[in-house]
């Protein structure tokens, strides 16, 4: 449930909302979907083999957001349902344009919202 709340919150700011779900699968995908037809999918599920879950160290899942403020909903939103700051949303040394924040969710997994266009 705690997965379920985060990523509802977190994923709508960057246009995406729950598409599918079971009992072991939680999917999220473009809302409205792509006119061009490429979508983008996303799929938070339980562990196959009945072990704790636990996150990668060194691993990451950046997604790119239309806008700088999509960028600072999704920090909001993750931070408002369970999620801690990794990175404030801000300009990175990366290129002129790059706004990104960085997460990480209940479980531990590192995530960043990236806009790539100036203001």
Known sequence: DRARRFYD???APLGMARSFENESEIGYGDNPPQPSGRQRYFY?????LKAPATW???TMVAFAAATRQ???????AAL???GTDD???G?????????????RDPDGNKLSAVCETGE
């Open 9 to 11: 919150a977190a994923m």
């Open 44 to 48: 938070v599920t339980k562990p196959y």
């Open 56 to 58: 990668g160290n060194g």
């Open 70 to 76: 999509a960028v600072r909903d999704f920090h909001v």
């Open 80 to 82: 408002a349902n369970g």
């Open 87 to 89: 990175g404030e949303p």
């Open 91 to 103: 300009l990175r040394p990366y290129h002129a344009n790059f706004y990104a924040c960085y997460v």
